[in-house]
Structure formats: C-alpha cells, structure tokens
C-alpha cells in the first residue's frame, strides 16, 4: 500500500510531456533529373540513410533554434526535444518533439521540419550549382577553337542543363502533415 501511494505521489509530481509530430515525404528526383536532361546515380536507399542523418545536424537545429528564440527556445532545448525517424521502406520520415508544453512542441517539431527542408534544398542547388560552375570553369580553360567545337558545347549544354535542374530542385522533400 505504501508503495502504491509513494508511485502515485511520484507521478503526479512529474511534470507532463507532450509529443507532437511532422512528417516529411522525401521525392525521387528522377523526374527534376530528366527534366533537367541530366542523370542521376542516386540509390533511394543510401538518399533515405543520408536524409536522415541529415537531418540531425547541427545546423537544422541551430536554424530551429533561432527562429524559436523568441519562443525562449534555444539549441539545447532543440537538440534534446526533437528526434528524426524514418519510416521502414518509406519516403516518410517523423520529426517528433517532446516538451512541457502541447503547443511548443508541435511549433518545434514543425519548425524543425521546415529548417530542415530549407537546409536540403539549400544544399541540394549548392551542389548542382557547383558542378555548373566547375563546367563552366572547364570551358572556359579551353582554346578559342575548343570552347566553340563540339567539346565546347558539350560543357555548355551540361551547364545549362545543371542550372535548369538547380531551378526545378524545390520539392524533392517537402512537409505532408504539420504536427
């Protein structure tokens, strides 16, 4: 009895937690890729491994971090609440955020997902926008007769094509439920 008692007065001391989640959809690109006339060697498993990890980084919780301030949020608060899981064989992953409060923890947990979002797709035009730069400086180290013969052309065209991809790049993962 005096341990049902003691329990009971343990719980109702603590203070609640509440968990809400967002769910990501990560796209193929295949279909940015054609359109784009460039291809893709990217497997959907290792994409969905890196995703993930992804996003944990730091820097999606810093970002989160920031726009939270106000909120009295900062990146310790970020990097304890929220956790990133994926879905077993899906596109679908969960961002969940577990506070003291219903309606932080959903604003964490969908500003998370929104940080991270920004972050892919950031880094995603970086690094085609890079590989359209280094065409770009290949073409331009070559002789005047090369850069206009079908070497020349080439490079140009994969650089176009690399920038037209860059522009398409906006939803290879996007927020499908909002916590």
Do not use: H, W
Not at 45 to 51: E, G, Q
Not at 91 to 117: C, K
Not at 162 to 168: H, R, V, Y
């Amino acid at each position: 009895l005096a341990a049902c008692g003691a329990a009971v007065a343990l719980t109702a001391m603590q203070e609640k937690e509440y968990e809400s989640s967002a769910k990501i959809l990560f796209r193929d690109p295949g279909l940015e890729q054609t359109a784009a006339g460039v291809s893709g060697p990217e497997d959907p498993l290792r994409a969905a491994t890196t995703n993930l990890e992804l996003g944990g980084v730091r820097v999606v919780a810093a970002r989160t971090a920031e726009r939270l301030r106000s909120a009295g949020v900062d990146l310790a608060a970020v990097t304890s609440s929220v956790e990133v899981d994926a879905r077993s064989n899906s596109d679908l992953a969960s961002v969940s955020a577990t506070t003291s409060g219903p309606v932080l923890s959903a604003l964490m947990a969908n500003t998370f997902a929104e940080e991270y979002i920004a972050f892919r797709v950031g880094s995603d035009r970086a690094r085609v926008s890079e590989a359209a730069g280094e065409l770009r400086r290949q073409r331009a180290e070559l002789t005047p007769l090369d850069r206009s013969g079908p070497l020349g052309d080439r490079l140009r065209q994969q650089a176009q094509n690399l920038d037209t991809l860059a522009t398409l790049m906006t939803r290879n993962v996007e927020l499908v439920e909002r916590a």
